[in-house]
């Protein structure tokens, strides 16, 4: 079992960065996969980037691709979003979560989710 706790978030102006992080509890950090999603008001939860185990391969949507990166410091417990090149449409809750399994992408699989953290983008 594994705590997340999301924290970052803010208001950034359109084309500026953000970086948040994600700060996970217990021994076994290093066992999950880490992934970043969110939800905008009156949407549905999506997925935005994911990292393996040993920080090795990533992936992401389409709609982040080359702005965000996604990395993890496994001695650190912790996973990291660097945004960049910020737009309006990326305004949401930004949410952690874990699981055992590669290559997910669907909020209904990942098995712990952090609380998540506001992200604003002012055009």
């Known amino acids: 079992q594994v705590q997340l706790v999301e924290s970052g978030g803010g208001l950034a102006q359109a084309g500026g960065s953000l970086r948040l992080s994600c700060a996970a509890s217990?021994?076994?950090?290093?066992?999950?996969?880490m992934a970043w999603f969110r939800q905008a008001p009156g949407k549905e939860r999506e997925f935005v980037a994911a990292i393996s185990r040993n920080g090795g391969s990533t992936y992401y949507a389409n709609s982040v691709q080359d702005r965000f990166t996604i990395s993890r410091d496994n001695a650190k417990n912790t996973v990291y979003l660097q945004m960049n090149s910020l737009k309006p449409e990326d305004t949401a809750v930004y949410y952690c979560?874990?699981?055992?399994?590669?290559?997910?992408?669907?909020?209904?699989?990942?098995?712990?989710w952090g609380q998540g953290t506001q992200v604003t983008v002012s055009s």
């Open positions: 979560a874990a699981d055992k399994a590669y290559g997910l992408r669907s909020s209904y699989e990942y098995d712990y």
């Open positions: 217990g021994r076994t950090f290093s066992t999950y996969v």
